[in-house]
């Protein structure tokens, strides 16, 4: 899946330190309910879609804020292969943190999903399956706090973040368990986008796959983020590099929550 492997990004191995995530902002998330980001999407340099990011409205009395993605590829890309992607994540505003994901992927008319409850405690995490009418569960022991492609996404905008800092955490994205670890680059970056022209800072990071049997050869993602260094956190650019190429989202336009 195209958008949510470049979601998928949350490079340096932290050896024996327990995994973590970093505090969050002591003032609060950049984001709120009505935000709304659009992204174009490029595939080994050739324009393959559009990408939508938004926060919709609380649920259960404000005790979840649901995350949204939303991805098609464009009409020179459909008459190849015709793709469709959303994502659903609903997190605890007050922590950020995801109690369930949900991917859907339309592939010429096949249907995937990905459904994922993510249990207090420190428990294993089950990845609930199906591909066409097949359906199927994997279970993952966690080595640190698990959240999922949007969810740390977004908990990267509100984190605390310093230059040299290093996290890791376990990650559900693109159908698929991982293991991240990243890094906060040093300086300052410019990056234009039809969006505007932005002052960032970058992380890096590797996703590893959690389901190659030991002994086997890990298969890893890297993944490089650009967000604002400003009060937004806006994520203006994200990069990977996937089987077909590399594939870039860069932020066409935005909207911000209203006052």
């Not at 959240?147 to 376990?170: H, I, N």
Request: a positive charge.
């Amino acid at each position: 899946m195209l958008t949510l492997s470049l979601l998928l990004g949350l490079a340096a191995s932290l050896g024996a330190t327990p995994c973590a995530l970093p505090p969050l902002l002591p003032e609060g998330a950049p984001f709120r309910t009505g935000e709304a980001l659009t992204y174009d999407l490029e595939l080994a340099l050739v324009e393959a879609g559009r990408l939508t990011l938004s926060v919709d409205r609380p649920m259960s009395g404000g005790a979840l804020l649901p995350l949204k993605a939303r991805a098609q590829n464009s009409a020179a890309f459909a008459n190849v292969k015709r793709l469709a992607v959303v994502g659903l994540s609903w997190i605890v505003p007050s922590t950020l943190r995801p109690q369930r994901y949900r991917e859907e992927g339309d592939e010429d008319g096949v249907r995937r999903t990905t459904d994922v409850r993510f249990p207090t405690g420190g428990g294993p995490v089950t990845l609930e399956q199906r591909h066409r009418d097949q359906k199927g569960s994997r279970t993952f022991a966690r080595e640190g706090e698990v959240l999922d492609a949007l969810s740390g996404l977004y908990f990267l905008r509100a984190a605390r973040l310093e230059a040299g800092d290093r996290l890791c955490l376990d990650l559900v994205g693109a159908g698929r368990y991982w293991h991240v670890t990243a890094e906060v680059a040093a300086g300052r970056e410019r990056v234009d986008t039809p969006a505007g022209r932005f002052e960032t800072f970058r992380v890096d990071l590797v996703a590893t796959r959690a389901d190659v049997p030991a002994g086997g050869k890990p298969k890893t993602r890297q993944i490089h983020i650009w967000l604002t260094a400003d009060a937004r956190r806006l994520p203006v650019s994200i990069v990977s590099e996937i089987d077909a190429g590399p594939v870039s989202a860069t932020l066409s336009s935005w909207r911000s929550a209203p006052k």
